[in-house]
């Protein structure tokens, strides 16, 4: 499985960007694939994630209802969507996916659970 993340960049808060992962090798139903971040100082944390099928969804805390996660199945891609940013968004924003599957939001946000990382993309806003 290979992953690569694009998008990042430098907005001003309130702003939007879009972030898009690239997988390939990615076969079985349920497999998600998610993003994590990483602020300068700060351990990686769990962002939002979405499994294959898109039958399960979960968000953080501090980003559900500004983040929307989404899967072009032609490009085989998993974006997301970052609407309403703040400064507190700024990080190193990494992809990642994970082979097995779990009926709870604590599988899912365990980054010790993922498989597979692409290389960060960096978020900068601004304020």
């Known amino acids: 499985v290979q992953l690569q993340a694009s998008g990042g960049g430098l907005v001003q808060a309130g702003g939007s960007l879009r972030l898009s992962c690239a997988a390939s090798g990615l076969t ?3 497999n998600a694939v998610g993003w994590f971040r990483q ?8 962002v ?9 969804q979960y968000y953080s805390k501090s980003v559900a209802g500004r983040f929307t996660l989404s899967r072009d199945v032609v490009k085989n891609t998993v974006a997301l969507q ?3 940013l703040k400064p507190e968004d700024t990080a190193v924003y990494y992809c990642a996916a994970v082979r097995g599957s779990s009926d709870t939001y604590a599988y899912y946000t365990a ?4 498989d597979y990382w692409g290389q960060g993309t960096q978020v900068t806003v601004s304020s």
Not at 39 to 46: L, N, S, V, W, Y
Not at 48 to 56: D, E, M, P, Q, V
């Open 39 to 46: 602020a300068p100082g700060k351990e990686r944390e769990f």
């Open 28 to 30: 079985f139903s349920g």
């Open 111 to 114: 980054a010790r659970n993922y």
């Open 48 to 56: 939002a994630t979405r499994t294959w099928n898109g039958l399960k």
């Open 82 to 84: 970052m609407n309403s």
